[in-house]
C-alpha cells in the first residue's frame, strides 16, 4: 500500500507533536527536579534582566508558532484576532507582572504541555492531562527537600494549561 506525500506530511507532523508532548512530560518533572541548580548557574551567567528577556522572546516565540499554526491549520483572521485576544495577556503580559523571573517558566512549558495534549487526545483527556500534570508537578515538589509546593503555583500551571487546550481547540476547530 503506497502512502501519499500529504498522509505522510500529517503522519510526521502527528509525530512531531507526539515528541514534543513527551519532551515536555520530561521536561517538567525534570524542572522540579533540577531547576534549582540550573537555575543558580543561569543566574550567574546572566543577569535577571537577561534572564527576563530570554522568557520573554522564548514565550513570543511559542506564541508566533502557535499563530502560524492556526493559520496552517485554516484558522481565519477572526480565529486569529480571538486567539491574539486572550493568548497575549495571558503568555506575554501576565508573566511580566510576576515578580520572581523564573516564574514565568510555568507558563511555557504548561501552556505547551495543554496546547500538544489537545492536539493528540479528545477534549476531555486533553483537559485531564492538563489539569493533573499542573497539580502533579506541585505534589512532586512538596516531596523534595529544596523545594516547597504551592497552590498558587498550581493555579498558575492550571491557568497556563488550560490557556494552551483552548488555544489548539480554537486552532483545530474548522
Known amino acids: 500500500m503506497r502512502i501519499r506525500e500529504t498522509e505522510m ?14 519532551f515536555l ?3 517538567i518533572p525534570s524542572m522540579s ?17 537577561w534572564l527576563a528577556l530570554l522568557m520573554f522572546v522564548a514565550s513570543l516565540m511559542a506564541l508566533a508558532a502557535g499563530i502560524s499554526w492556526v493559520r496552517r491549520n485554516g484558522g481565519g483572521y477572526r480565529t486569529g484576532l480571538l486567539l491574539s485576544a486572550w493568548i497575549i495577556p495571558l503568555f506575554l503580559v501576565l508573566p511580566l507582572t510576576l515578580p520572581v523571573v523564573e516564574e514565568r517558566l510555568h507558563f511555557l512549558l504548561f501552556g505547551g504541555l495543554g496546547f500538544f495534549s489537545m492536539l493528540l487526545f479528545s477534549t476531555p483527556v486533553a483537559l ?25 503555583d498550581v493555579g498558575f500551571n492550571a491557568v497556563a494549561a488550560l490557556g494552551g487546550v483552548t488555544a489548539a481547540w480554537l486552532g483545530r476547530r474548522r
Open 33 to 49: 527536579v533540577w531547576g534549582r541548580p540550573l537555575l543558580g548557574v543561569m543566574r550567574s551567567l546572566l543577569s535577571m534582566e
Open 128 to 152: 485531564a492531562v492538563a489539569v493533573l500534570g499542573a497539580a502533579l508537578d506541585e505534589l512532586l515538589q512538596w516531596t523534595l527537600p529544596d523545594r516547597v509546593g504551592d497552590w498558587r
Open 25 to 27: 512530560l520530561v521536561a
Open 9 to 22: 506530511f500529517q503522519m510526521s507532523g502527528k509525530r512531531g507533536v507526539l515528541w514534543a508532548w513527551l
